[in-house]
């Protein structure tokens, strides 16, 4: 009895198949569903490693490790808030300098070069794209952060020595060289994404808006809000390489935890912490709380692009009707 | 009768492909003008040459085309597509805009930004459209979540939001059904008291039932150009003939 209905279950499964039009179909969407639910199944899996390689630490210092600004492990404290300062900090400063930029270069590439300037423009742009990280760091070390020390530094402490943010003495390794290796890093990255958006809205759309008396300037603006998404998705993928960035950053930043308002001091990032220290974290809580920074070095990443999913349906939902 | 615009042997190339070859013709105002011919004949190029839109893909044109006696090559191509509006084949409204915004992104750009001033035209265009039945409920969707016939009317709307003097049209009813085609030719008619039109098709029946002028094109050359009755009656070419009669084509 009971193998005549496993049996039957197993011609029913095989009529299903036959009978969903395609064989092919029926594999290419499980097997598409498959590979989804792993994606899926891996942040879970990632997270929970995390959570337990870093229960020691969370178990000890609760709270206080977010908000705590000591990072001593010779003491064994551990308060990561300089680090998660430093890391917040470069990344959006550094955004802040390479969003307007790269949008400039794409709609640059896109609507106003003439195609024999395009084509090399836009090959140069990926190609810094795709520039080991360690590469940038030894142009920071040997060029950047000369410059910083010998012209920068001074010219703004001069101009504007008043304010907190450019006190201090000129050493050329601190939050401000990253700060500029990291927009000159994401900038390429932001602006060959915003390019392809920016290429891929249909001409049709900027022959409407001209034929309707628009200029080029204003057919570039309605072109603009149609890849508002794409751009907002280029920036945020710019925003995680600037979080995450670890050698270029680490050689040029000074690695002290410390939280200074001015740009000439040195600080340090979540990456380049877990990446300087892991060798040296001989006892289990230094390990657990390295794990715990990559925790929450991982959580922070996914609060940012969560709230930029937000921010997209928002924005979207108010410009249209406005 | 009042000449709107007077096409004087105009060639227009693309590159150095010449695509028009010596094309005169006469619009007379508040009337309808159907260019028929050919798949490739260069209709498009044609009427994207009355609103300068040809020279945006890179083309170049010889000859002169005069707009109320004023020769509109000399004139600012911007200032110049306010009063020559165009509706494309494909409907492309703003995707990003909602339905209100697609019909009030021409008044805005230029320059209207008084709320109590576009809302009494955005009504009035969609109505003109015979689109504002449909949507008036649901102004704020995206002008892009409507039917394919909706959409198009919603770019006639846009088009006439700017209130130009003359519409081209090209092709604007061949991606619709029979019901929206209809809606299209009735609007056509209903426009003509107020705008000079210049339509592309490529239905004949369409040709003579909206078109008081007709004018066939053939591999980049005029053939004939003559009254809409007359040239689906007696045509003076062979071609003309045999080409309405589906005999090529
Ligand atoms: N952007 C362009 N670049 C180069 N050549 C073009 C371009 N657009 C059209 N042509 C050429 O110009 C000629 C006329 O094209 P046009 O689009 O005006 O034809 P049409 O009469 O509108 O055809 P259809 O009925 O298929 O729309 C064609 O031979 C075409 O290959
Ligand atoms: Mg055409």
């Known amino acids: ?322 | 009768m009042e000449i709107k615009l007077s096409v004087k042997n105009l060639d227009a190339y693309y590159g150095k492909n010449k695509v028009l070859k010596n094309i005169s013709i006469d619009v007379p105002k508040n009337k309808v003008v159907a260019i028929i011919g050919p798949s490739g004949c260069g209709k498009s190029t044609f009427i994207r040459c009355l609103n300068r839109m040809h020279e945006v893909v890179g083309g170049t044109i010889n000859g002169s085309i005069l707009l109320d006696n004023e020769d509109l090559t000399k004139t600012d191509p911007v200032l110049l597509r306010k009063r020559v509006g165009m509706v494309f084949q494909k409907p492309n409204p703003f995707p990003s805009m909602s339905i209100f915004n697609n019909v009030a992104a021409g008044l805005r750009l230029n320059g209207v930004r008084n709320k109590k001033q576009i809302t009494p035209i955005v009504e009035k265009c969609l109505k003109q459209a015979a689109l504002w039945e449909e949507v008036k409920n649901n102004l704020n969707d995206s002008g892009a979540n409507i039917s394919g016939g909706q959409q198009q009317r919603l770019c006639i709307a846009r088009t006439l939001a700017v209130s130009p003097e003359i519409i081209l049209m090209d092709e604007p009813a061949s991606a619709l059904d029979p019901i929206s085609t209809t809606k299209i030719e009735d609007l056509i008619f209903e426009l003509k008291k107020d705008y000079t039109i210049v339509i592309v098709t490529h239905n004949m029946q369409q040709a003579a039932r909206v078109s008081d002028y007709t004018a066939f094109f053939y591999v980049g050359e005029l053939i004939e150009y003559s009254d809409t009755k007359k040239m689906f009656t007696s045509p003076d070419k062979q071609q003309t003939e045999d080409y309405i009669r589906g005999k090529f084509g």
């Open chain 1, 1 to 322: 009895m009971r193998k005549v209905e496993t049996s039957s279950k197993k011609k029913s499964l095989f009529k299903k198949i036959l009978s969903s039009s395609n064989v092919g179909d029926f594999i290419f969407e499980r097997l598409t569903l498959l590979f989804a639910v792993s994606v899926f199944l891996l942040v879970i899996l990632l997270g929970y490693e995390m959570y337990q390689g870093s229960k020691l630490s969370i178990e000890k210092f609760g709270w206080s490790f977010l908000v705590n600004s000591t990072w001593d492990p010779v003491r064994e404290i551990y308060g990561a808030l300089p680090i998660i300062y430093g890391t917040v900090v470069s990344a959006a400063l550094a955004l802040i300098i390479a969003l307007p930029l790269s949008i400039g270069v794409a709609i640059y590439l896109s609507e106003v070069a003439p195609p024999w300037l395009e084509k090399p423009l836009s090959f140069l742009v990926e190609l810094l794209a795709g520039i080991p990280s360690v590469i940038y760091g030894l142009w920071g070390i040997f060029v950047l952060v000369p410059w910083i020390r010998k012209v920068v530094e001074p010219y703004l402490s001069d101009k504007l020595g008043y304010l907190p943010f450019f006190k201090g003495a000129p050493y050329g390794f601190g939050l401000l060289a990253a700060v500029i290796i990291l927009s000159v890093m994401v900038l390429p990255i932001i602006s060959s994404i915003s390019r392809d958006v920016l290429k891929s809205v249909p001409r049709s759309q900027r022959e409407a808006a001209l034929a309707l008396g628009a200029s080029k300037w204003q057919s570039t603006m309605i072109v603009l809000r149609d890849a508002r998404p794409g751009i907002l998705g280029a920036t945020m993928l710019g925003l995680g390489r600037a979080i995450g960035e670890t050698m270029a950053v680490t050689m040029v930043i000074g690695n002290r935890a410390l939280i200074s308002p001015s740009l000439f001091d040195p600080s340090y990032t979540m990456a380049s912490v877990i990446a300087n220290e892991f060798t040296e974290a001989t006892s289990e809580m230094y390990l657990s709380a390295l794990i715990e920074l990559a925790l929450v070095l991982f959580v922070i990443t996914i609060i940012i692009n969560a709230l930029a999913r937000l921010l997209v349906w928002s924005m979207d939902r108010k410009w249209k009707t406005t």
